[in-house]
T-cell receptor, first 117, second 113 residues
Framework: GAGVSQSPSNKVTEKGKDVELRCDPI?????LYWYRQSLGQGLEFLIY????????KSGLPSDRFSAERTGGSVSTLTIQRTQQEDSAVYLC???????????????FGPGTRLTVL | AQSVAQPEDQVNVAEGNPLTVKCTYS??????LFWYVQYPNRGLQFLLK??????LVKGSYGFEAEFNKSQTSFHLKKPSALVSDSALYFC???????????FGGGTRLMVKP
């Protein structure tokens, strides 16, 4: 597709359940990012993938959060044993390879709104 | 660590008037600055970026931003606001050695007819 797609658009789950959120980046983009947008915390970086390099996981808030990227394309963000404070909009972004000369902008998907009851 | 401040939660402007959305940053190292806009129930859309060179950068939809190193600011501007510009605007910074964007808290722009 032309842009970053994410699924599902909305997810309601019960506290303690696991959830998986999916991101399909723009074709040709080798960098993929996950961010979280919540009322209290604004936009927070979670994790970054670049090609086959080890991901930058420095933004993951706890070990309940994990992400993988298969085949350098689609990514899945998994939250285990969800808590109410995990409720937020999870945004995925992709870009061409991070380049210190051109600083390719990140292009964002529409997000997945997660509600933990 | 880097940070971005958007001191105004909301900016109100009449249609046709110039608008300014303020952003200041704090980084150690060279700042690379971005503006994004978010419409309701949509993801963030890239507007413009400052990497190096001219301090005034032009972007999408008639927006521009001025980089001021001495004031560590990167204010977003538009000469004549449209009602359709009403949205949430985010300023972001990436530091030379970093990968992710650090965002400001966002400013809601309301343009009234």
């Amino acid at each position: 597709g032309a842009g970053v797609s994410q699924s599902p658009s909305n997810k309601v789950t019960e506290k303690g359940k696991d959830v998986e959120l999916r991101c399909d980046p723009i074709s040709g983009h080798t960098a993929l990012y996950w961010y979280r947008q919540s009322l209290g915390q604004g936009l927070e970086f979670l994790i970054y993938f670049q090609g086959n390099s080890a991901p930058d996981k420095s933004g993951l808030p706890s070990d309940r959060f994990s992400a993988e990227r298969t085949g350098g394309s689609v990514s899945t963000l998994t939250i285990q044993r969800t808590q109410q404070e995990d409720s937020a909009v999870y945004l995925c972004a992709s870009s061409f390879r991070h380049d210190r000369i051109t600083h390719s902008p990140q292009f964002f998907g529409p997000g997945t709104r997660l509600t933990v009851l | 660590a880097q940070s971005v401040a958007q001191p105004e939660d909301q900016v109100n402007v009449a249609e046709g008037n110039p608008l300014t959305v303020k952003c200041t940053y704090s980084v150690s190292g060279n700042p690379y600055l971005f503006w994004y806009v978010q419409y309701p129930n949509r993801g963030l859309q890239f507007l413009l970026k400052y990497i190096t060179g001219d301090n005034l950068v032009k972007g999408s939809y008639g927006f521009e931003a001025e980089f001021n190193k001495s004031q560590t600011s990167f204010h977003l501007k538009k000469p004549s606001a449209l009602v359709s510009d009403s949205a949430l605007y985010f300023c972001a910074v990436r530091v030379d050695a970093g990968n992710m964007l650090t965002f400001g808290g966002g400013t809601r722009l309301m343009v009234k007819p």
